[in-house]
């Protein structure tokens, strides 16, 4: 099992940055596969992106797709979102997700361990 804690968010500008941080505990991180999500209020939740377990791999939405960047650092156990040129629609509680194996998914439910997630607001 592994432990997955988000932190980074805040509240920023329109046309702003943040990077939000994905800290793991627990069996080795490496060999998870890692998925960022978000929740908007009276949404449900959504894929942002996800990175294999190696850092070779990544998948995006098409909504973040030049604008947001993830990483990992497995010395680390960190997986990071940088996001940039962010917009109001970005605005939401980001969550960091974790799934044994190689293969990336954008379902909530492909994913077993969850954190308790971050809130990013993005002001015009």
């Known amino acids: 099992q592994v432990r997955v804690v988000e932190s980074g968010g805040g509240l920023v500008q329109v046309g702003g940055s943040l990077r939000l941080s994905c800290a793991a505990s627990?069996?080795?991180?490496?060999?998870?596969?890692v998925g960022w999500f978000r929740q908007a209020p009276k949404k449900e939740r959504e894929f942002v992106a996800a990175?294999?377990?190696?850092?070779?791999?990544?998948n995006y939405a098409d909504s973040v797709k030049g604008r947001f960047t993830i990483s990992r650092d497995n010395s680390k156990n960190t997986v990071y979102l940088q996001m940039n040129s962010l917009k109001p629609e970005d605005t939401a509680v980001y969550y960091c997700?974790?799934?044994?194996?190689?293969?990336?998914?954008?379902?909530?439910?492909?994913?077993?361990?969850w954190g308790q997630g971050t809130q990013v607001t993005v002001s015009s």
């Open positions: 627990g069996r080795t991180f490496s060999w998870y596969t």
């Open positions: 997700a974790a799934r044994s194996g190689a293969t990336l998914y954008s379902s909530v439910e492909s994913y077993d361990y």
């Open positions: 990175i294999s377990w190696s850092g070779g791999t990544t």
